[in-house]
């Protein structure tokens, strides 16, 4: 079992940049791929961006290519998203997820999440 927790979303102005960190905890992070996605309200949970174990590979969403980049620590044991160029429509809850296959774009495909962190771009 894993457990993730997010951390570093907030308010921001449009233009602006956040970085959020997912920690993990319960079984060695380097044996997994790890993940980004987010949800708007009364949207579906949409995919931001993967890496691999090794952070060797890496895949973005459309919507956040060039803006984004995901890394990761396994001596932390902990991914990041930095965040940039930010606009009203990255706003969402983002949610840390683990134990995929990093190609792996929909949420089916991912069996481990964290609770989310709120990230709010004002115009």
């Known amino acids: 079992q894993v457990q993730l927790v997010e951390s570093g979303g907030g308010l921001v102005q449009a233009g602006g940049s956040l970085r959020l960190s997912c920690a993990a905890s319960g079984r060695t992070l380097s044996r997994y791929s790890m993940g980004w996605f987010r949800q708007a309200p009364g949207e579906e949970r949409e995919f931001v961006a993967t890496i691999s174990s090794s952070g060797s590979s890496t895949k973005y969403g459309d919507s956040v290519k060039g803006r984004f980049t995901i890394s990761r620590d396994n001596a932390k044991s902990t991914v990041y998203l930095q965040m940039m160029s930010l606009n009203p429509e990255d706003t969402a809850v983002y949610y840390c997820?683990?134990?995929?296959?990093?190609?792996?774009?929909?949420?089916?495909?991912?069996?481990?999440w964290g609770q989310g962190t709120q990230v709010t771009v004002s115009s």
């Open positions: 997820t683990a134990g995929g296959t990093w190609a792996v774009t929909t949420t089916t495909g991912w069996p481990y």
